[in-house]
C-alpha cells in the first residue's frame, strides 16, 4: 500500500480516537482505513495501536512514531503550500531562447514582462539556430518557424511573411523580374535557414504555389549581413516583413513581384512541456500572445496581409 496513504490513515485514527472516524474524515471505508495501519504495522515490525472494543490507544512505540510522523506530514503540507506560492506568482529565472532579427520586437515585450513580474530575472541566449530546449537548459524558445521536433509543444503568436526585395541601386544595373521563373537569373541572397534552401517558394494568383532554384555569391546565417549587402545593391534578398518595414517605407528598398507572396510563416512560442507549466513560463507567453496580436500589423507591413 501507499506509504502515505498510510501515514496519514494513522495519524487520523489517532487523532480521531479510532477507526470509524478517522474513516469518515478520511472517505474510506472501515476495512480500508484499518488495512493501512496493519500494512504500516507490518512494514515497521511493531505494534503502533492497541485496539479494544471499545478504544484505541497508542503503544509506546506507537506514540514516539506518531509525533515523528505527524510533523513530517506538517512539514510536507507547509512544502506544498510553498509551492503552491512559488508557482502562484512569477518568480525565478526564465531562460529564454530567440534569433537575433526579433529581438527588436520582441524587447518591449520582456520589458513589460519584467516590470509586471520584478521577482523574475532573464537569461536571455540569442542565435541563428534552434537549440534543444532540454539539453541547453531553456525554458522557452520565440522562433519565427516551426520546431522541427514533433514532441516540442508550440503556441502561434503571429503569422508573418517574407518580402521579396532589393535596393534601387539593383535595378539601376539589373531588369527588374516580373516573374516568379526570372529569379533564377538573378544574384539572389541567401539565408542558410531558410526552410526550403535554394527553393524560393510563392503564392500566385489564386494562391497558386510557385518555386524557384536560386543562385547567389552570398549564403549565409546572419540575417543582418543581407540586410546590409542587399541595402547596398548587391542582390535580391527574401527578407522577414518585420526586419525591413522601415526600409520599405523610406523606399530604401523596393518590393518586387507584389502579386506573389511569399508562403506565409509563424512566430511561434515552443517549450518542451504542456503539462506543469511554470508560472513565469505562462505568464510571459500570455503576455506575447496579447503584444504580437496588437502588432500584427507591423509584423506584416509592407508583406501586403490585411491582418
Excluded at 39 to 47: F, I, N, P, Q
Excluded at 269 to 282: D, G, N
Aim: proline share 5%.
Amino acid at each position: 500500500m501507499d506509504r502515505l496513504t498510510s501515514l496519514i490513515a494513522f495519524g487520523r485514527v489517532v487523532e480521531c480516537g479510532g477507526f470509524s472516524a478517522a474513516a469518515r474524515r478520511l472517505n474510506m471505508s472501515v476495512t480500508m482505513v484499518s488495512n493501512h495501519v496493519q500494512a504500516l504495522e507490518d512494514r515497521l515490525g511493531a505494534r503502533l495501536l492497541n485496539r479494544t472494543t471499545r478504544k484505541v490507544s497508542l503503544t509506546e512505540v506507537g506514540k514516539t512514531y506518531y509525533e515523528r510522523s505527524s510533523q513530517i506530514l506538517i512539514d510536507l503540507d507547509d512544502a506544498d503550500r510553498m509551492v503552491g506560492a512559488l508557482h502562484a506568482t512569477p518568480r525565478g529565472t526564465l531562460k529564454l531562447h530567440t534569433s537575433l532579427h526579433i529581438v527588436p520586437f520582441l524587447a518591449p515585450v520582456i520589458d513589460e514582462f519584467l516590470t509586471l513580474y520584478p521577482a523574475v530575472s532573464l537569461d536571455l541566449v540569442v542565435g541563428d539556430r534552434m537549440v534543444d530546449l532540454i539539453e541547453n537548459d531553456r525554458d522557452l524558445a520565440i522562433w519565427t518557424v516551426s520546431p522541427p521536433d514533433s514532441s516540442l509543444v508550440s503556441r502561434r503568436l503571429t503569422p508573418w511573411r517574407h518580402i521579396l526585395t532589393c535596393a534601387p541601386a539593383y535595378l539601376e544595373a539589373h531588369p527588374a523580374p516580373t516573374r516568379v521563373a526570372d529569379l533564377a537569373h538573378h544574384n539572389c541572397l541567401r539565408y542558410v535557414f531558410y526552410p526550403y534552401g535554394d527553393d524560393w517558394r510563392f503564392e500566385g494568383a489564386g494562391g497558386k504555389p510557385e518555386t524557384v532554384r536560386v543562385t547567389g555569391n552570398v549564403l549565409t546565417n546572419s540575417a543582418e549581413t543581407l540586410r546590409a549587402l542587399t541595402l547596398s545593391g548587391r542582390g535580391i534578398m527574401l527578407a522577414p516583413s518585420f526586419m525591413i518595414a522601415g526600409e520599405i517605407a523610406s523606399g530604401e528598398l523596393v518590393r518586387l513581384l507584389p502579386d506573389h507572396r511569399p508562403v506565409e510563416f509563424a512566430i511561434n512560442a515552443i517549450y518542451p512541456h504542456r503539462h506543469h507549466l511554470s508560472t513565469k513560463v505562462r505568464s510571459f507567453i500570455d503576455l506575447a500572445v496579447e503584444r504580437f496580436a496588437e502588432h500584427r500589423k507591423w509584423m506584416t507591413a509592407g508583406a501586403g496581409d490585411e491582418e
